[in-house]
Each structure stands twice: as C-alpha cells, then as structure tokens.
C-alpha cells in the first residue's frame, strides 16, 4: 500500500469526522472494501478500525 493513498485515507478520515452525509458513508464503505485486501498491514487496520468507528458515529485518532 503506498504511502500516498494511507495519507489520503487518513486525511480523509480526519476531516470527515463529524460530517453526517450519505456520500462520506459511501466513501468510507469504498475505503473498507479497498483497504481489506492488506490485512497484514498495520496502519491499514488502524484506518479500518478507525473507519468503522466513524461510520458508526464516533472516531478514535
């Protein structure tokens, strides 16, 4: 996963938090689905945890 897209993803999951809106909930779906193809990889799991936690109306930073 290059370095670019996490700080993309990150940035994303940043500015989103608080933002109630059917497109960042679709942007996040897409990122899960993305980003579960590198289980392995540590910081994808922190995104996706954090991710999940955003769609479910709250963010760990």
């Known amino acids: 996963m290059p370095d670019s897209a996490m700080a993309t993803w990150t940035g994303f ?6 933002v ?6 679709a942007a996040i779906q897409d990122m899960r689905v993305r980003l579960c193809r590198f289980p ?8 996706t945890s954090r991710a999940a936690a955003l769609a ?6």
């Open 13 to 18: 999951l940043n500015y989103a938090d608080g």
């Open 20 to 25: 109630c809106s059917v497109q960042v909930r």
């Open 40 to 47: 392995n990889v540590p910081e994808v799991r922190e995104l």
């Open 56 to 61: 479910q109306g709250r963010l760990i930073r």
